[in-house]
């Protein structure tokens, strides 16, 4: 239920941003906007509290943002209040972000390895993804997981690329067991 909340009103947003030709200034204030929600966690527990009524909350944001933030986006802000959806509002800007980056050929990639990854090994990874993936932009995010033994795991999207000694030893022994079972 909650994706199917983000992804309504994520697209709603990025169907304004396109039609309002404001793709680029919508990312940069809700980049700021997020932070700053994230930052302070009483704001987003008024917003979130059942006892304070819609009217209350609307007015609280637009006190906090009319004027530093777009009409626009205080106009969707206040329509996400209105359909009490405001508990959403992480997933619904995270949403909107990677619409924007889809549409603008920015992939986003998480690379976790055995050992951390030196920035000539980075830039390599990150020049072989950019021939294979079609992307203009890759966005990288590098974690480090021992359990791989070696190799990598690469993730974008939802497709996955193993070639982790840990997985190809899951999979031998896989194979062995059906032998043995032969």
Same mark, same amino acid.
């Not at 995270?94 to 390895?113: E, H, L, N, P, R």
């Not at 480090?144 to 690469?154: C, F, Q, R, S, T």
């Given at each position: 239920m909650a994706?199917?909340?983000s992804?309504?009103y994520? $697209?709603a947003?990025v169907?304004l941003?396109?039609?309002?030709?404001? %793709?680029?200034?919508?990312v940069k204030?809700?980049t700021?906007?997020s932070q700053?929600?994230?930052?302070?966690?009483?704001?987003d527990?008024l917003?979130?509290?059942?006892k304070i %009524?819609?009217e209350?909350?609307?007015?609280?944001?637009?006190?906090?943002?009319?004027?530093r933030?777009s009409d626009e986006l205080l106009g969707?802000f206040?329509?996400?209040? $209105?359909?009490?959806r405001?508990? $959403?509002?992480d997933?619904?800007?995270?949403?909107? !972000?990677d619409?924007?980056?889809a549409i603008?050929?920015?992939?986003i990639?998480?690379?976790?390895t055995?050992?951390?990854?030196?920035?000539?090994q980075?830039?390599k990874?990150?020049?072989r993804?950019?021939?294979?993936?079609g992307y203009?932009?890759v966005?990288?995010?590098?974690?480090?997981? $021992?359990a791989?033994?070696g190799?990598?795991k !690469?993730?974008?999207?939802d497709? %996955? %690329?193993?070639?982790?000694?840990?997985?190809k030893l899951?999979?031998l022994?896989?194979?062995l067991?059906r032998?043995?079972?032969?």
């Amino acid at each position: 239920m909650a994706k199917l909340i983000s992804k309504t009103y994520g $697209e709603a947003l990025v169907e304004l941003a396109v039609e309002e030709n404001k %793709v680029d200034d919508f990312v940069k204030e809700l980049t700021v906007i997020s932070q700053i929600l994230k930052e302070n966690s009483d704001f987003d527990a008024l917003m979130n509290h059942p006892k304070i %009524v819609k009217e209350e909350k609307k007015k609280v944001m637009e006190n906090v943002f009319r004027g530093r933030i777009s009409d626009e986006l205080l106009g969707f802000f206040l329509l996400i209040i $209105e359909k009490d959806r405001y508990g $959403e509002i992480d997933s619904i800007l995270s949403y909107f !972000i990677d619409q924007v980056k889809a549409i603008k050929g920015i992939g986003i990639v998480y690379v976790t390895t055995a050992v951390p990854l030196g920035q000539q090994q980075k830039q390599k990874i990150e020049q072989r993804l950019l021939q294979t993936t079609g992307y203009k932009e890759v966005e990288m995010h590098y974690d480090v997981d $021992e359990a791989l033994i070696g190799g990598m795991k !690469i993730r974008i999207g939802d497709r %996955v %690329v193993d070639s982790s000694v840990q997985t190809k030893l899951s999979e031998l022994t896989k194979q062995l067991m059906r032998l043995q079972l032969a």
